[in-house]
């Protein structure tokens, strides 16, 4: 997704927002049941029915891979790592979406590779038009296609990064910081368990 009249664009997990919408409607659809059925059941038993669906929207929808001319945001259910563009060396896809920085290496939870079955059913026109250095160290790996998340983030990172390499603005990379700027994600994860603490109360209470 390109943000508007930007070069911002954030990447997420397609089967993440896909999984976040199905268990968003098992979520209503079992309240809407228990309030039918039971009001006072679905006072009692309403946060705890709403807490799946936070719950997987912040592991699997929140996470996601930000790619700006300042850097690479890679931001993950508990924290988010801002990477600048000098400090990034190599961009591997093995596992998942890998980076191998100045400041250590970082995998991305919001782009994954492929599973081989996966991987064995891809088209030949994943392998068309990938960035250059996709192709540095031998071959592609299955988790460079373009069909998977891991490889659309990659493949982005790379445009950005040969963009930025033939423009020169790489040939004598400095760092402004010896670490990278890390954000720990407090308050989502204090949600959820808030959530689950209040839903269990409301259990036992009411």
């Given amino acids: 997704m390109i943000e508007?009249?930007?070069?911002?664009v954030v990447l997420h997990a397609r089967s993440g927002r896909r999984l976040t919408v199905a268990v968003a409607v098992l979520c209503a659809a079992s309240f809407v049941a228990v309030l039918l059925e039971d009001p006072a059941a679905a006072l009692?038993?309403?946060l705890l029915l709403v807490l799946p669906a936070v719950l997987v929207w912040a592991v699997?929808?929140?996470?996601?891979?930000v790619v700006s001319d300042a850097g690479v945001e890679v931001r993950?259910?508990?924290r988010t790592i801002d990477l600048p563009w000098p400090a990034i060396e190599r961009i591997d896809t093995k596992y998942a979406l890998t980076l191998h920085t100045a400041y250590g290496?970082?995998?991305?939870?919001a782009a994954p590779a492929p599973s081989r079955?996966?991987?064995?059913?891809?088209?030949?026109?994943?392998?068309?038009?990938?960035?250059?250095?996709?192709?540095?160290g031998g071959g592609v790996r299955p988790g460079d296609l373009l069909s998977s998340a891991s490889g659309q983030a990659a493949a982005v990172v790379r445009a950005r990064w040969e963009e930025l390499r033939d423009a020169g603005h790489l040939d004598a990379p400095r760092l402004e910081r010896d670490r990278?700027?890390?954000r720990w994600h407090v308050v989502p994860a204090a949600g959820v368990l808030l959530l689950a603490a209040a839903g269990v109360a409301a259990a036992r209470v009411l």
């Fill in 76 to 78: 993950n259910v508990l």
């Fill in 44 to 46: 009692r038993y309403g």
């Fill in 4 to 8: 508007p009249d930007s070069r911002t």
């Fill in 180 to 182: 990278p700027v890390v």
């Fill in 117 to 136: 079955s996966t991987a064995v059913t891809s088209s030949r026109d994943d392998l068309r038009h990938l960035p250059e250095s996709t192709y540095i």
């Fill in 60 to 65: 699997y929808e929140r996470p996601a891979v």
């Fill in 105 to 109: 290496t970082y995998s991305a939870w």
